[in-house]
């Protein structure tokens, strides 16, 4: 039953440019954009995972539908690749914000502070800053998720972080 419950919670794949770099997001629920959303009608929090290493977002999506499933379908589940992670097909089509205050690009995205950059900018332009977060992080995305509480004093502040979940997966010998 549970599984039959999971395979029907829709899954909405979008390709964003965030820092000038195509970011592939995923999103358990109905809520496609936040920002367009009338306040009463958004969802008060948002759960937000950030993967591991290769930073492949398809990976986490039967955990992103157990965990929409298990808030009742209340919380909007996203989860986001790593910058330079994955690639849209060629024929869907990439998210453009015009007014994107944090479009610039950022010096080595690709290296650990250039992630952690690329997931600020995107916190900062597609969620509402009156908005609850709860940051999941798993293996290299929890030093992301600590790392974005660290460098954004203006979002753990306002209290927008609900909380931070760390996965590490270690191997015993």
Not at 94 to 101: E, G, K, R, V
Not at 104 to 114: A, F, N
Not at 129 to 148: D, N, P, R, T
Request: glycine residues 6%.
């Amino acid at each position: 039953m549970d599984s039959e419950i999971k395979e029907e919670i829709p899954v909405h794949e979008e390709f964003i440019l965030c820092c000038g770099i195509e970011t592939q997001v995923l999103k358990c629920g109905p809520w496609t954009d936040l920002t367009s959303d009338q306040i009463a009608n958004r969802p008060k929090l948002l759960i937000f995972i950030i993967p591991g290493n290769p930073g492949f977002s398809a990976f986490y999506v039967p955990f992103a539908k157990a965990l929409y499933s298990s808030t009742k379908r209340r919380f909007p589940v996203w989860v986001i690749s790593h910058a330079g992670h994955a690639l849209a097909p060629k024929d869907k089509k990439i998210l453009t914000t015009s007014d994107d205050p944090n479009a610039q690009e950022i010096k080595d995205i690709y290296g650990l502070r250039g992630q952690v950059e690329h997931k600020l900018a995107f916190l900062r332009t597609h969620v509402p800053k009156e908005m609850k977060l709860v940051v999941i992080g798993h293996s290299i995305g929890c030093y992301f998720s600590l790392q974005v509480l660290k460098h954004a004093p203006e979002l753990p502040m306002k209290p927008k972080f609900q909380g931070v979940m760390c996965l590490i997966r270690m191997s015993v010998s």
